[in-house]
């Protein structure tokens, strides 16, 4: 039970489920995440601990980056049917859409350097 406790924890932050569906459209950076969410990248990087310690994200070196992404393959069978449920969740959401819209129009480059 504390496992799925820890999860809903995680899943009870706007701004965690605000990037759960921003991964739903491709991996991202740290740098791309702050800049959807308009948040300190110290704040955005405690988000993404708490999603990769319950499993529901992973990370991954490229380069100078460090990409996350959703875990449907993760070991947690709970994080994984939930983030089948986030996927058809909050679709029809201003916020959600307006972030969607925002993912697929930034460019790392332009926001880190390269």
């Known amino acids: ?10 899943l009870s932050d706007p ?20 800049e959807v969410l ?5 704040t955005v990087s405690k988000h993404l601990s708490i999603l990769r310690d319950v499993d529901l994200i992973i990370d991954s070196k490229d ?6 992404e959703l875990n449907p393959s993760g070991q947690n069978i ?7 449920l986030i ?7 201003e916020i959600i859409q307006a972030d969607v819209k ?8 332009m926001l880190c350097g390269t």
């Open 1 to 10: 039970m504390r496992n799925t406790v820890k999860i809903f924890k995680a």
């Open 15 to 34: 701004n965690r489920i605000r990037i759960l569906k921003m991964l739903e459209v491709r991996p991202l950076c740290v740098c791309e995440i702050t």
């Open 38 to 42: 308009q948040l300190a990248t110290s």
């Open 63 to 68: 380069g100078k980056w460090v990409n996350y």
């Open 78 to 84: 709970n994080a994984k049917q939930l983030l089948a």
């Open 87 to 93: 996927e058809a969740w909050l679709n029809d959401d």
């Open 102 to 109: 925002r993912v697929k129009e930034i460019d790392r480059n």
